[in-house]
């Protein structure tokens, strides 16, 4: 990743704070496509005696180029039809010039595949896991390395940084190889879905005053008044503009185009709280008491499980890496209860900032990731701690660790309060 672009996204996420005092905290512009930004978290240090015998992961695809041109060739359609009825501003006269310079971008790029920032993410991910478990790694030799994906190239793509990464440490281990395990069981790209309470909250997310009015504040830098009341659908106009502009950082090694001058930033973390809200509500902790969104992860839930009691049995394969979606992550995350990803909404109120921690920059971001990592000692019960985005976390409140307020939990403790 390049100074220049980090420079740039420490600037853009400002310190856009909500009312609220229990989440008055920075919002991202760019929501669930915020890039990963390199964390300094080491791993936690087990007991003595332990020793590290298997690790197992699954995390979203690094940052990637816009999935399809159809967001663009709907954007263009709105300005085409603009530029003809001399309803453009002065700032929105350039729009179709960028857009043709950032789709030329992602023509060497290709839609939805890693941009360079996103090839770096998993790069810089395996690295880090291989020097923060270097004497695991230097150690693996004749056991395996497993890399699973989903059928996408950008999840490949994920897998093969992420061993360019490893191996740039750890010279001597296997290069990854591509191979789409069965994903029944690994569930890396899972079947989704709200209820009707969720799409309802949606619907009057999309409706809220706060929304429109971003909405249209977006489009007033491009379009006159007079336009912009004449759209059928502002919200979703303007929404195309944003799933654009929040594609840009992720492209910023791939082209200078950043589309900053179409959407304020104030205007960019109001979109970006719908984008949050979908996601919520579609696959992440949803409405309270229904489990339709994150239900699904269930069987990725049982393969961490079956994976980690094959290795302690005395299985061969002592690294399991699976690359997917954020429709993986995401609810996999909702359905262990890792702090942040845990808090329902209620059905008489919808998902807002001010009420709920969740945020799509942390829940949902590129190459984000959960980590389980086991020990053994001679004698005594496996332990297992967990890190999400590279940061140690506590398993759910249910689940007792080992120590009062500790990190390591055995492996029966935590089939009984996650299963």
Not at 119 to 127: D, N, V
Not at 247 to 262: E, R
Not at 368 to 376: C, D, I, L, Q
Request: proline fraction near 6%.
């Amino acid at each position: 990743m390049s100074k220049a672009f980090k420079l740039s996204a420490a600037c853009a996420v400002l310190a856009v704070a909500l009312a609220g005092p229990a989440h008055a905290i920075p919002e991202s512009p760019y929501a669930n496509q915020t890039p990963y930004l390199d964390p300094a978290a080491t791993p936690l240090t087990p007991p003595a005696g332990y020793d590290m015998v298997f690790i197992e992961t699954v995390g979203r695809h690094g940052s990637r180029s816009m999935t399809s041109n159809s967001a663009e060739t709907r954007a263009l359609k709105i300005w085409n039809t603009a530029k003809s009825k001399g309803k453009l501003t002065t700032i929105g006269q350039s729009f179709d010039d960028d857009l043709a310079d950032f789709q030329e971008a992602e023509g060497v790029v290709r839609y939805g595949r890693l941009t360079t920032i996103g090839k770096a993410e998993w790069t810089g991910i395996g690295k880090r896991t291989a020097e923060n478990y270097e004497p695991f790694f230097s150690s693996l030799a004749p056991d395996q390395i497993a890399y699973v994906t989903s059928t996408y190239t950008r999840t490949r793509q994920s897998a093969t940084a992420m061993s360019a990464g490893i191996k740039s440490v750890i010279p001597g281990l296997p290069t990854y190889v591509p191979k789409v395990e069965d994903e029944a069981k690994a569930l890396l790209e899972l079947p989704v879905g709200s209820t009707s309470a969720g799409r309802s909250a949606i619907a009057k997310i999309k409706n809220s005053y706060d929304v429109r009015l971003a909405a249209k504040h977006v489009l007033r830098t491009m379009y006159t008044k007079s336009y912009v009341d004449s759209l059928d659908a502002p919200v979703a106009a303007a929404l195309d503009i944003y799933v654009i502009y929040s594609t840009g950082p992720g492209m910023a090694d791939d082209t200078d185009v950043t589309f900053n001058d179409y959407v304020p930033v104030a205007d960019a973390v109001v979109l970006g709280y719908v984008k949050d809200a979908e996601k919520f509500y579609e696959y992440g902790p949803g409405v309270a008491g229904q489990t339709n969104s994150y239900r699904a992860a269930k069987p990725l839930l049982n393969d961490f499980f079956a994976r980690l009691d094959a290795r302690v049995a005395g299985g061969s394969t002592a690294a399991v890496f699976r690359h997917g979606h954020g429709e993986t992550t995401v609810p996999f995350a909702a359905l262990i209860r890792v702090p942040g990803s845990d808090q329902h909404a209620s059905a008489s109120s919808y998902y807002t900032r001010s009420n709920n921690p969740w945020r799509g920059r942390i829940a949902a971001l590129p190459a984000g990731s959960t980590e389980w990592v086991a020990y053994k000692k001679s004698g005594s019960p496996t332990l297992v701690t967990m890190r999400f985005n590279e940061v140690p976390k506590k398993f759910r409140a249910s689940c007792t660790p080992t120590v009062p307020n500790g990190y390591f939990y055995t492996v029966a403790e935590l089939k009984d309060c996650l299963l």
